[in-house]
């Protein structure tokens, strides 16, 4: 009885999921621990957006949607909204953090020293075509420095707040379970610091980006400079249920913190986020430093930019686009008509405005 | 204590996918979205492993509701067979085992995009509309904020003045899916896209209507035996798709919210939104027994 | 792929207690059974740690700690159980959210027994008309004492227990003293 032009539509949507599939071929534990070691900042970009530290299963992910980055992100959200929450981990203080890179545009040398660390700021982005002629690429030794920096540093703002540049953040004491969690409560506005900076922390890159790169281009009335840019493991300190403390391991974090001066002071921007990810902690810290007293609807504005850097949300709706509306069309599609209809009777003028 | 003793054993997957705390967490939001009809209740909104704007709202009222027992019927656009209303009814039998049906008379649970069944339904029903955009506020005021403080005190002029604007431009209202709603006197809500032939189905109906927004966060509900008031000047009559007339041209039924087929000479053809109505009407022409209930319209008529 | 799960007998009496609760508060005065007799069902079906409790009965406190919830004062709890009551000045105290958020008004828990006492008349959503039902072991002045604290849409919702019977009265119901 063939009645829907889609009947059928289950073994339909099985079909093109098994295409997709096929397409991409098989794949197995060795797939995985290459996509691991070879993308690290992928996984780390990955793992930020879903708010999941496991690099195993974000490169899973990666190998399961062909590198879909939208889809890895869903898949990884989706397994950890249902995971038993078993300890809530020692709040981090900036000095603890094992640091690898730290540097500070604000000042030419800092307390600590600047730390370069890994990076390709001052790379010659020169394409490595002789691998594909068959010479294999070995990166050059690194030197040892004669005098290691230090691993752990204050930060830059302490030393503002030291000399009056800067008032420091009040003091959070919030704890454990208390500390609000945006996995766990739907963000309202005015959004508690807590959903914000985890807010923040799972955000889109190239979303937290581009409203960022809008505030930093004069859509904004702070213009960031960086105060402190960091890359870093952070311990995870848990407590055993008879009470001793112990670690959980380290994890891999990045956070920025940019000043603009507000006042006689400084005004102060921060964002931080799991894995190693330098443009978006920079552009989302911009959009932290911008947020106060910034303009209802404008890109700056908490309740606009938070929304609209949800990753998941936004590419999902975006995607949804695709499912047929012939229902809402056929309701809008009489209305103008029917409109039309109208108009035609009183005179000959058929401009009119359509339904939203 | 040991670390164990935090947890449960473990399990590759919840019942229902959703773990106990999302779960109660629907709970208590569903609780109060009955106890103020049509107020919007903010919830957490898990993810779910299906895209966002994708049903994942009314997928977590679903998965909180299911038990085995459930007898559950999806629809995308009046169709059961809709690829996206075929994928959230495998999904939801997959991961509750629950029974699946077309038959919106068999059903416990219809969870549905667009479209509310043709067929009246009951008090031990329940139905859950997906919900792209909870607030009805938002083409007058995008900010969610001041949106909700607008509701917080019933200011509902610019909404009204809105449509009051269309009447003066185009001599009716231009709302096509989703007409703003005034629910028990009180809350203006979205009735979700579903047409505005479908409102009138909510006003003072039997059963219990949970409408979620799983990326807005954003759930509602309008009890049985509620009102549900579309938002009317008193010279300007509320005005359905003009469907009423129309023949479904595969399954030969008239009187029921139809979609329209463009044709190659230019022409229309229609056929009847809700599929498994067609089915029914088929099945009753020729001669397979009938199955179909009695339906909110009679005539292509709502009877007031 | 996974095997379809199995619910637990947890997870079973947690919706059936639920399945009782909505369809009760979805049609006011219309009694539902719960799984089990008592508050015992509603607990673990509604709290978790992120639930503020008043519970003014001892017995109901292991469980309730079960669900990690935390005891509060009643006038910040979001779920109070107010078991069987002696005053209504309680009712006063019951956090009724605002405005703005409506859903912060608490839902109350109370001992009564059905189909004995003095009678209501509820009218209101998710009534057909009005309904009228006995409802004893209310202290005197239950009514007035919630319809001072009603200010629609803020206000508290009730659940009456008596047995394994179960009867929802939300803010919205207009409740008529017979």
């Given amino acids: 009885m063939a009645y829907v032009a889609t009947r059928g539509g289950e073994r339909a949507i099985e079909q093109s999921e098994r295409l997709f599939r096929e397409e991409m071929g098989g794949f197995d534990r060795d797939r995985v621990e290459e996509v691991k070691k070879s993308l690290p900042y992928l996984i780390d970009r990955v793992m930020g957006e879903a708010s999941l530290y496991d690099e195993d299963l974000a490169a899973l992910a990666l190998a399961q949607t062909g590198g879909e ?65 068959g010479a294999p690429y070995a990166p050059e030794p690194v030197e040892p420095a004669t005098n290691p920096s230090p691993a752990y540093q204050p930060s830059v703002s302490a030393w503002q707040a030291e000399n009056d540049l800067i008032d420091p953040p009040t003091n959070d004491p919030t704890k454990g379970n208390d500390i ?57 300190a848990v407590t055993h249920p008879d009470g001793r403390q112990f670690s959980a391991g380290r994890v891999k974090v990045s956070q920025a913190e940019v000043v603009d001066k507000k006042g006689e002071k400084l005004g102060i921007g921060y964002a931080a986020t799991f894995g190693w990810n330098e443009v978006k902690c920079i552009a989302a810290a911009t959009l932290d430093l911008n947020s106060p007293g910034a303009e209802k609807g404008s890109a700056t504005e908490e309740e606009f930019f938070l929304y609209h850097t949800e990753g998941v949300e936004s590419s999902g709706f975006c995607i949804h686009f695709k499912l047929p509306h012939y229902v809402t069309f056929q309701s809008s599609l009489d209305a103008m008509r029917d409109a039309k209809a109208k108009k035609a009777g009183q005179s000959k003028s058929s401009d009119m405005e359509p339904a939203e | 204590m040991s670390l164990t003793a935090l947890t449960k054993p473990w399990e590759a997957m919840s019942y229902g996918f959703l773990d106990g705390s999302a779960k109660r967490e629907l709970r208590r939001k569903m609780l109060k979205s009955v106890a103020v009809p049509g ?32 007898r559950v019927k999806v629809i995308d656009q009046g169709a059961d067979d809709s690829v996206n209303a075929a994928s959230i009814r495998r999904f939801i ?34 139905l859950v509309l997906q919900v792209p ?50 629910v028990h006197g009180r809350h203006v809500m979205t009735p979700s896209p579903i047409p505005r032939w479908d409102v009138p189905k909510l006003h003072m109906a039997k059963h219990l209507t949970i409408l979620s927004a799983g990326r807005e966060k954003r759930i509602f509900a309008v009890p049985p035996f509620t009102r549900v008031e579309p938002l009317v000047f008193s010279d300007v009559p509320y005005k359905v798709e003009e469907h009423g007339a129309l023949t479904c041209t595969r399954s030969g039924t008239t009187g029921f919210f139809m979609n329209e087929i463009p044709r190659d000479d230019g022409s229309s053809a229609f056929e009847v939104s809700d599929s498994e109505w067609g089915v029914k009407t088929i099945r009753a022409r020729d001669g397979n027994g009938e199955s179909r209930g009695e339906t909110w319209y009679k005539d292509g008529e709502m009877p007031q | 792929m996974l095997a379809t799960p199995a619910p637990s007998l947890a997870e079973s009496r947690d919706n059936a207690a639920f399945d009782a609760l909505l369809w009760t508060l979805s049609r006011p005065g219309l009694p539902r059974d719960l799984p089990e007799p008592g508050e015992q069902s509603i607990v673990p079906a509604l709290l978790d740690r992120e639930c503020l409790v008043y519970a003014a009965d001892p017995l109901l406190m292991p469980e309730i700690m079960r669900t990690g919830a935390e005891l509060a004062d009643i006038d ?7 078991g069987a009551m002696a005053t209504s000045e309680p009712l006063a105290d019951i956090a009724i959210g605002s405005d703005y958020y409506p859903d912060e008004g608490a839902t109350v828990i109370v001992r009564a027994s059905l189909g004995a006492g003095s009678g209501v008349r509820l009218t209101g959503p998710g009534v057909d008309g009005a309904v009228t039902l006995q409802l004893g072991g209310l202290p005197n002045g239950f009514w007035k004492a919630r319809a001072a604290r009603l200010r629609y849409p803020m206000g508290f919702d009730l659940f009456f227990v008596d047995g394994a019977r179960v009867v929802g009265v939300p803010r919205s119901t207009t409740v008529e003293e017979l």
């Avoid at chain 1, 898949?75 to 730290?102: K, Y």
């Avoid at chain 1, 609000?180 to 922390?201: G, I, N």
């Avoid at chain 2, 038959?103 to 219809?110: E, G, P, T, V």
């Fill in chain 1, 69 to 133: 980055l939208y889809e890895a992100v869903l898949l990884l959200r989706a397994w950890r909204t249902t995971q038993p929450r078993l300890q809530v981990a020692a709040p981090i203080e900036q000095d603890t953090l094992f640091t690898h890179r730290r540097i500070s545009a604000a000042f030419k040398d800092i307390p600590g020293g600047q730390v370069l660390g890994p990076t390709l700021d001052y790379a010659h982005r020169i394409l490595a075509t002789d691998v594909l002629q």
């Fill in chain 1, 180 to 236: 609000p969690d945006l996995t766990r409560e739907p963000l309202l506005f005015p959004s508690k610091r807590a959903h914000t900076l985890q807010s923040l922390a799972r955000a889109e890159t190239g979303g937290v980006l581009a409203l960022g790169y809008a505030a930093m281009r004069g859509y904004g009335q702070a213009h960031p400079t960086v105060n402190e840019l960091r890359l870093a493991e952070a311990e995870i």
């Fill in chain 2, 39 to 70: 107020c919007q209740m903010p919830y957490a909104s898990r993810e779910v492993p299906m895209a966002r704007g994708w049903g994942t709202g009314g997928l977590q009222v679903s998965l909180t509701l299911v038990n085995p027992q459930t």
């Fill in chain 2, 93 to 126: 039998a997959r991961v509750a085992g629950t029974p699946t049906t077309k038959d919106a008379l068999d059903a416990d649970l219809i969870q549905s995009r667009h479209r509310i069944p043709e067929e009246i339904l009951r008090e031990d029903q329940v």
């Fill in chain 2, 133 to 182: 955009n909870p607030e009805p506020l938002r083409p007058v005021q995008p900010n969610m904020s001041i949106a909700r403080q607008m509701h917080a005190d019933a200011d509902y002029g610019r909404m009204w003045l809105q449509l009051y604007e269309q009447i003066v431009r185009s001599g009716r209202v231009m709302q096509g899916a989703s007409y703003p709603s005034l």
């Fill in chain 3, 76 to 82: 910040k709890a979001d779920h109070v159980f107010l």
